[in-house]
């Protein structure tokens, strides 16, 4: 199975392979997944160690790795990668993919977007989920500020799309 996230703003590409390992297209280094029998979950690379937390909502899966959320979807051409809080269908509203607080704003009334552009942070469970543009568009609404609380039904920003 091949999963897409972001990391730095530039979308990787993983493959899972076998359920225990996972090979990154663009260097090719491979990490071994290791459950354990009470539900952990460790990743190995190059001799070392370390726990991971994940969890799946949807088609998403959401791992926290030393406090750095990475969120693994798998691509389309229609739900591109990134928060939509399961509203894949309308790629004209962004949602939160869970309830928490907005942290960053990236985009204001009137901005042009690109898809997999970085519209909004928020951060949930103690991590910080991306929400992009799944379209070409121009911002028409930004439903929220740094430091509100925000739900999954309410879009967070709302986008014209651009053909």
């Given amino acids: 199975m091949i999963y897409e996230f972001i990391h730095n703003g530039e979308t990787k590409t993983v493959e899972l392979k076998d359920g225990n390992k996972a090979v990154f297209a663009d260097s090719q280094n491979t990490i071994d997944i290791n459950y354990t029998p009470d539900g952990r979950i460790f990743i190995q690379n190059a001799g070392a160690s370390k726990e991971i937390f994940a969890v799946t909502s949807g088609n998403k899966t959401f791992v926290d790795i030393d406090g750095t959320l990475f969120e693994f979807t798998i691509p389309s051409e229609e739900n591109g990668i990134g928060g939509a809080g ?7 509203k962004v949602f939160a993919p869970m309830p928490g607080k907005v942290v960053k704003v990236m985009v204001k009334v009137g901005d042009e977007v690109e898809k997999k552009d970085q519209l909004i942070i928020v ?12 379209a070409k568009a121009k911002v028409s609404a930004v439903n929220f500020s740094i430091g509100d609380q925000v739900d999954t039904d309410t879009p967070l920003i709302e986008l014209e799309l651009v053909e």
């Fill in 86 to 92: 399961g509203e894949l269908t309308d790629p004209s």
């Fill in 123 to 134: 951060e949930a469970m103690k991590m910080e989920h991306i929400c992009i543009a799944r």
